[in-house]
Nanobody
Framework: QVQLVESGGGLVEAGGSLRLSCAAS????????MGWFRQTSGEEREFVAG????????YYAVSVKGRFTISRDNAKNTVYLQMNSLKPGDTAAYYC???????????????WGQGTQVTVSS
């Protein structure tokens, strides 16, 4: 069972930056497509970004493209989400997840972290 642990969330002013990390419990992370999702209260989980197992292919939601960057370091079993030019609309709980193939559908991910809260003040 792969365990994912997110960190790096917090409170930041609009226009600021945060870097989220997702540490995997074992090297299986290198075999998975990894994604970041976010969720606000009462809403569905929203795909934010994803990366292939090699890190050479990345995918972004339109709402974050150009501001967020996903990357992974398989040697460290860690996936990152660099978030720049943050907006109040980015406020959410952010989750990392692992899937066997590229997908933006949350129900196709096998492994999930517990989430980390990001709050962007105006």
């Amino acid at each position: 069972q792969v365990q994912l642990v997110e960190s790096g969330g917090g409170l930041v002013e609009a226009g600021g930056s945060l870097r989220l990390s997702c540490a995997a419990s074992e090297q299986t992370s290198s075999n998975y497509y990894m994604g970041w999702f976010r969720q606000t209260s009462g809403e569905e989980r929203e795909f934010v970004a994803g990366t292939s197992w090699s890190g050479t292919r990345t995918y972004y939601a339109v709402s974050v493209k150009g501001r967020f960057t996903i990357s992974r370091d398989n040697a460290k079993n860690t996936v990152y989400l660099q978030m720049n030019s943050l907006k109040p609309g980015d406020t959410a709980a952010y989750y990392c997840a692992g899937a066997g193939r590229y997908t933006a559908e949350s129900n196709e991910y096998n492994y999930w972290g517990q989430g980390t809260q990001v709050t962007v003040s105006s």
